[in-house]
C-alpha cells in the first residue's frame, strides 16, 4: 500500500508537523507517494520527496512547488489540459493541533470522498479540547485528574492548592504549559496560557507520577462486530517532572530514546482497556496515542492524542505493517439514497 502525507496547517503545531513528515518519509521510504504541505494562507502544495528538508520551508521555497486543489475523490494537479488527479490510495493526516486535530482538515477529506488515516470529525473535536477530553472520558468509564477551566476574560478565582499544572485547553506538544508553585506565579503562568487559547485547564501537578503512553488502533473486518487492536509497546517516557517543548521534542530528536515500560500485566491490561473504551465508535480510521498516569495502581487519562508526532512510528514492531492493516480497513458509511418522493407526493397536493 501507497501513502500520502498531509502535512502543516495553520497551527502553533505548523513546525513540529513538518517534522513529523520529514520523520515519516525516513521510516516509511518508499511507501510514501505524495507529500503534501497545507501552508499558512491554506495553500496545498505537492513537494518532492527530495526537498522533505527542514530548511526548504522555512526559506519558503515550497512555494516553487506546483500548487494543487482539492476536488472530489482526490487532489488535483495543473496539466496541460487542465487539471490532473494525482491519484492518492490512502492519505495520511499529519497535521498536528489546529486544521488536523480539530476536524478542519477531516470534514474537508470526508466531505471529497479522499480515504485517511486519521480521527473522524466528532473524535477530533472531542480529543482537541482537553476540558471535552475529559468529559468523554467520564462518559467512557476513564478516570482522569480533578480539573478547572478558566476563560480568558473571566475573573480569577484560584484555589491555592499548589503545585497545579496549567494547559492551553487546546493546543498539544507542551506549548504554554506551566507549573504553578506559589500564588505569585500564577499571573504569568495564565497569561503565558492565555497568549495561545482563550481556555485553560488548571489541574493537580503530582511530582514523580507514573505517566504511560500507548499507541494503537482498532481493525474493524467483516460487519464490524470482529474486531483487533493493535497496539504499540507502552513506552514510560524518560522525563523531568514537567516534559516541556524543548524536552519533548528537541531532545528527543536528538536521543530517540523509547522505554518500554516496567510494570505488571496488571496494569497493563488497565492501560488497555482503558484505551479501548476511548477508542471504540469514535476513532476508527485513526491511530491515536493516550497518555496515561498511574497512581496508587488505578489508571488514569492525561490526554489523548489523535495524531500523535511522527505518528508515534517508534513505539511499534512493525509500523509499517500497522499502518497497512489500517489503511485496508478505514471506516465507510452507508451511502444515502434521495428518490425524491417526498417532494413529488407534495407538489402533487398543491398541484390539485
Known amino acids: 500500500m501507497k501513502f500520502g502525507i498531509l502535512f502543516g496547517g495553520v497551527s502553533w503545531e505548523h513546525e513540529i508537523s513538518i517534522v513529523s513528515a520529514i520523520s515519516l518519509k ?12 497545507l501552508d499558512l494562507a491554506r495553500n496545498f502544495y505537492l513537494i518532492p520527496t527530495e526537498n522533505m528538508k527542514s530548511n526548504f520551508f522555512s526559506s519558503g521555497d515550497y512555494e516553487k512547488c506546483p500548487q494543487i486543489s482539492l476536488k472530489s475523490g482526490g487532489f488535483y494537479k495543473p496539466s496541460f ?8 490510495r490512502t492519505l495520511i493526516n499529519l497535521i498536528h493541533g489546529a486544521d488536523g486535530e480539530d476536524g478542519k482538515i477531516a470534514s474537508i477529506l470526508e466531505f471529497y470522498k479522499i480515504p485517511f488515516i486519521g480521527p ?29 477551566v478558566v476563560q480568558k476574560y473571566s475573573p480569577r478565582v484560584i484555589d491555592d492548592n499548589f503545585p497545579f499544572i496549567v494547559k492551553p485547553s487546546r493546543l498539544g ?15 504569568y503562568a495564565l497569561d503565558s496560557a492565555f497568549e495561545f487559547d482563550d481556555e485553560v485547564i488548571l489541574e493537580p501537578f503530582i511530582k ?38 524543548e524536552n519533548k521534542y528537541l531532545d528527543f530528536a536528538r536521543t530517540e530514546q523509547v522505554i518500554k515500560a516496567d510494570i505488571s500485566k496488571t496494569i497493563e491490561e488497565k492501560i488497555k482497556e482503558a484505551f479501548k473504551k476511548l477508542y471504540i465508535h469514535k476513532f ?16 488514569y487519562l492525561n490526554e489523548i492524542n489523535p495524531i500523535p508526532g511522527s505518528m508515534a512510528n517508534y513505539l511499534f514492531e512493525d509500523f509499517q505493517n500497522t499502518l497497512e492493516q489500517l489503511g485496508s480497513n478505514l471506516p ?20 390539485k
Not at 525516513?26 to 504541505?37: G, R, S
Not at 489540459?81 to 492518492?88: A, N, R, T, V
Open 26 to 37: 525516513k521510516v516509511l521510504k518508499e511507501k510514501i507517494e505524495y507529500f503534501i504541505f
Open 81 to 88: 489540459f487542465g487539471q490532473k488527479d494525482i491519484s492518492i
Open 208 to 245: 514523580g507520577v507514573k505517566e504511560y503512553n500507548l499507541a494503537g488502533c482498532k481493525i474493524s473486518y467483516g460487519d464490524n462486530t470482529d474486531n483487533e487492536y493493535i497496539f504499540s509497546i507502552i513506552e514510560e517516557p524518560r522525563k523531568k517532572d514537567l516534559l516541556d517543548f
Open 284 to 299: 476508527e480510521g485513526a491511530l491515536i496515542r493516550c497518555d496515561f498516569f498511574v497512581i496508587e495502581n488505578e489508571v
Open 332 to 351: 465507510k458509511k452507508d451511502p444515502i439514497r434521495v428518490s425524491y418522493k417526498y417532494i413529488e407526493k407534495i407538489q402533487g397536493i398543491k398541484g
Open 120 to 148: 473522524r470529525i466528532e473524535a477530533s473535536v472531542l480529543s482537541f479540547n482537553k476540558h471535552f477530553t475529559k468529559l468523554y472520558a467520564k462518559e467512557r468509564g476513564v478516570k482522569t485528574l480533578p480539573f478547572e
Open 173 to 187: 506538544s507542551s506549548i504554554g504549559v506551566n507549573v504553578i508553585d506559589n500564588a505569585s506565579e500564577i499571573d
